[in-house]
């Protein structure tokens, strides 16, 4: 099998910043998965490997899920790591992602603030609140911590709708589970699926339509950084069929 390309997009002294492809696990799990993305980076930044919290996951700040694309920053540094880690749990960085979900929105602009929970069987749980404007009403539904996802509406396309999202908070499957919470699952998700939504007529994707597009946070010098990475192929000629149905 071959191994997995990784695209550099910036090569910093004290971080990388990686085009991560759909499939490709950040770092190993208990399984000890060898084609990861931090495994295939410590061949060429071997000094990466006495970074950060724990010796499974180097330089490792934060993650992206296996089935999704897009950018990370991976620190190279002992210093790069708590300084991003700290705007990680003051929540200044910045993360937007693209998403074909299902159904039309009827708001062109909104906030899901879903409480998150851990499931079973790798799920996250989440579900509506019975006010969705109501802070005050934060966790009476359901139990978990905070999450926070906004979403933008970019065009409609038949059934389906393309999103720009920013998430405020880093839950595991954040984005996911709100918008299968929100009855908008991400189109190409077998985890969080509604089988009733997907029709027989629709063209196959073999990956989640998630992809992070943008990241950005401040240096060590205190100058703000932002990277964009454009749709994959694969997610844009999914679009051309859809419009083309």
Do not use: W
């Amino acid at each position: 099998m071959q191994e997995p390309k990784i695209k550099i997009i910036e090569e910093a002294v004290d971080y990388i910043i990686v085009d991560k492809p759909a499939g490709v696990l950040t770092h190993p799990t208990q399984a000890g998965e060898k084609d990861t993305l931090i495994n295939i980076l410590l061949k060429k930044y071997r000094g990466i490997k006495k970074v950060g919290d724990s010796p499974e996951r180097p330089g490792i700040v934060h993650r992206l899920d296996k089935e999704a694309s897009g950018l990370l920053v991976i620190a190279r540094t002992q210093e790069m790591f708590e300084h991003l880690k700290k705007q990680f749990q003051d929540r200044t960085i910045e993360k937007e992602y693209i998403a074909l979900v299902y159904g039309k929105m009827f708001k062109e602009h909104g906030v899901i603030d879903f409480a998150i929970d851990r499931g079973k069987e790798g799920r996250m749980v989440s579900r509506p609140k019975t006010d969705l404007l109501s802070v005050a009403k934060v966790g009476a539904a359901q139990p978990g911590k905070e999450a926070i996802t906004e979403y933008f509406l970019e065009k409609t396309i038949g059934r389906f709708s393309v999103l720009r999202v920013k998430i405020h908070t880093g839950r595991m499957h954040q984005i996911r589970a709100h918008m299968f919470a929100f009855n908008h699952p991400v189109v190409g998700d077998t985890l969080y699926l509604n089988r009733k939504l997907v029709k027989k007529n629709q063209p196959k994707l073999d990956r989640l339509f998630l992809h992070s597009a943008k990241l950005c946070f401040v240096d060590l010098k205190g100058e703000k950084k932002c990277f964009e990475s454009q749709m994959p192929e694969e997610l844009n000629d999914y679009l051309k069929k859809l419009e083309g149905n």
